[in-house]
Every structure is written in C-alpha cells, then in structure tokens.
C-alpha cells in the first residue's frame, strides 16, 4: 500500500514553498506541484535560497528585519489566497513564525526532513516532526491496525557528490549575495565559508586515516567482543533533534551522562561504544572527552570511539543502542536490537524501546514487541515517508 501524495494535496490551489534542503529540490517540488494544477509561490530568505529557485515570476525575497516576516507573510497569504505551506525542518525562526501563522489562518502545512526511515526514504509530514509530530505514542493504536503491507522501496540513488556540491553552492551565495538580504536569520550557528570548506576538507582526510586505524577495532567488535558491547550512535552537534527535541545542551553532555551510568550499573564485562556522526567528521571531535570521562569514571579500556565503521553491522553486534532520538534507534528496533531513547522520539513508545531508566538498560535491555514494531513501521512509511532523496531520484517522479 503506496502512499498517494497526489491525493492528500488533491483539496490545495495555491501553495507557498518556504525555506527548502540545500540544492533544487523545492524547485523540482514547484513545478511538480504546478503539473498538478496548482498555483505556485516561493520566500526566499538568502542568496542560497535564491539562486536554487530560478522561477522569478513567482518567488519573493524577505530581505526585511526578522521582526517583520510575519506581517509580510499574512499579506503574502491573503494577497495569494495561501491555503498550504511547504517547508524544510519546523525549527527554524522563519518556519516557526510560519506555523503560528498558519494556526491563525487555519491554513496546512507540511514540513520536510531527511527519512524517519534511512536509506530510502525522506520525511514529509503534516504538522510537525520529531517532538512536534502528531505520530500516536499509544502502542495499542498500532496493535489494533489491520494489517497492511508497504512496496518495496525503490533506490533513493542518492549522490553524495551532488549533497556537497548544493551545500557548496549554498553557502557561496549566501556569502555573495549577503547585501541583498542584510538581515537573514539562521536557524543555527554555521560556519564562515572559508572554515566551512577547510573542515570538509578535514572530513575527508580524517575518513582516509580511519579506514586504516579503525580496522583492528572492527575486527574486535565483531569478534572478541561480539554481543559484550553497547552502541551509542552520536548526533550531529547542532542538530535540532539535539537542541529543540531533548534536554540536552550538547552532545558533549549526553556523552557524560552516559559514560557516568555506564561506569556505576554496567557489568564489569561489558563495554561501550561511541559512533561518532559521519556529517560531523570535520567539524567536531569528542575524542578528548570521551577519554578524559573514562578516566574520571573509572572505566578506561571499556570505551571505545570510533567515526568510520559500518553502522548495521555494529547494530547487530551489541546488546542494545543509547541514542538520545536519532533514526538510529529505528534501524536497531528493525534489526531486533534493545534501544533506549533519552530525547523525544517518535518510536519512543512502550512495547518498542526500553522504557525504564538509563541504569537499569544496561543490566537488562528488554525485548521488543515484533508485531508492535512491524506496525508502527509500516504505519510510519505509509503516512510520513516518500522513497526518493533530496539529493538524488525525485520522489514523486
């Protein structure tokens, strides 16, 4: 049972695109809509945005003051007869004054994000993401689904090529064309272009020593150490899921949280694994912590830190996954592997995740209810997933 976008925008006519992934996705998502019969208007916010929508006619650029935008939208809104939003992550300031707006207009919207479901899919969903989705969290609502299955999905032929060539882009015209929108609000600290490039830079010369040093460990994990281990996937620093869907300050802090319950209710046998975000390679580096922490901790030689492994086979060779609410902790329930969710995520629900405190996770992790899990998991393609990429096959192509 396929998703049918086209019906669910059936009852829209004019639809406003708001800030969109890096790269020509929203444009590809305009003229798709246009096909559709649709009216069409963009907000462009900054040089990045603009130079990925070339369809002039019919975009606008907000180059006013942050405190402005919401008059400016209503009037966008009433002028075009508005009657659905699309954008990209539901965080940031613009989307945020957006979505009040939209209450207040009793407009929709729909937000985008990468997949709840990797690889293949991407997030379009109504309402909000994450923390703000309207996902039930009851696990009987699932029990009592009928059954229904989801087509295979299709490869998403996404290029990482593609992915750092839009960012390239984005990050060049915003710097070029920051006169004309003097007053643009990011939605995270990011870097200046020129660090910017030299950390992806660093990214790439950091994933060829790793493919090297990291061998040993691999073969340890999947030998020695096989099911003697649990696996804490690390988010990227700045990501919203961190700073807006948890109560965590910083990935450092999750990670001496963790190390901290480790060292005093673990057994002595086991051992802990940090995965380290392979977005963040270049940016960020939690070595130092992690061995300063277990030291403190008492815990040296349990720990390990590792950026380059392949993730599903370290999935599948721990006793059960920490992730504060990365999508992480959907691919080890699919792979039967116990999860604890410190953050707010949307498969956080009794009978999937360990809802116990983080202590008593490593002495006894749980299991995981298969029906519960394939349920929820068809009903989450089925109502928030489309197969495609942002940066590679179109997926309402």
Known sequence: MARDVEKELLPYKSVLLL???????????????????????????NGGDLITYPD???????????????????????????D???????????????????????????????????????????????????????PQFYLNLPNFGIPEPKPNEFRFSKRALSSFLHYLFLELLRWKFPHYKPYKNYFPYVPYLLCLLRGVIRKKIYKITEKPIFSLLTGELKKRYFLVPL?????????????????SE??????????????????????????????????????????KFGIKGRVFYVHDLHLPTLIKNSLGVVVINSTVGLQALYHNIP???????????????????????????GTIDRKLFKNFYNY????????????????FE
């Open 19 to 45: 800030q969109g992934p890096k790269g020509l996705f929203f444009y590809k998502l305009g003229k798709y809509l246009k096909s559709l019969g649709k009216k069409v208007y963009k907000v462009n916010f």
């Open 56 to 82: 002039f006619k019919n975009s606008y650029n907000f180059t006013d003051k942050f405190e402005n935008f919401r008059k400016f939208l209503e009037n966008l809104i009433e002028e075009k007869e508005i």
């Open 84 to 138: 659905l939003v699309l954008m990209y992550g539901d965080y940031k300031p613009y989307h945020k004054v957006a979505i009040e707006v939209c209450r207040d207009y009793q407009i929709d919207w729909y937000v985008f994000e990468e997949g709840y479901v990797r690889p293949h899919y991407i997030t379009m969903e109504k309402y909000g993401l994450n923390g703000f989705s309207k996902i039930p969290r009851n």
């Open 235 to 251: 988010q990227v620093f700045n990501d919203s899921q961190v700073l807006v869907h948890s109560e965590y300050n910083s990935v």
């Open 254 to 295: 999750f990670i001496e949280e963790v190390l901290e319950s480790f060292s005093k209710h673990a057994l002595k046998e086991h051992f802990i694994v940090f995965k380290h975000h392979p977005v963040d390679r270049g940016f960020v580096c939690y070595k130092k912590l992690i061995k300063n922490l277990a030291e």
């Open 339 to 365: 999860v604890k969710a410190m953050g707010r995520a949307i498969y956080d629900v009794p009978g999937l995740t360990f809802q116990g405190e983080l202590n008593d996770f490593w002495k006894d992790p």
């Open 380 to 395: 989450i393609v089925k109502t928030t997933q489309l197969n495609g990429s942002f940066w590679g096959r179109f997926p």
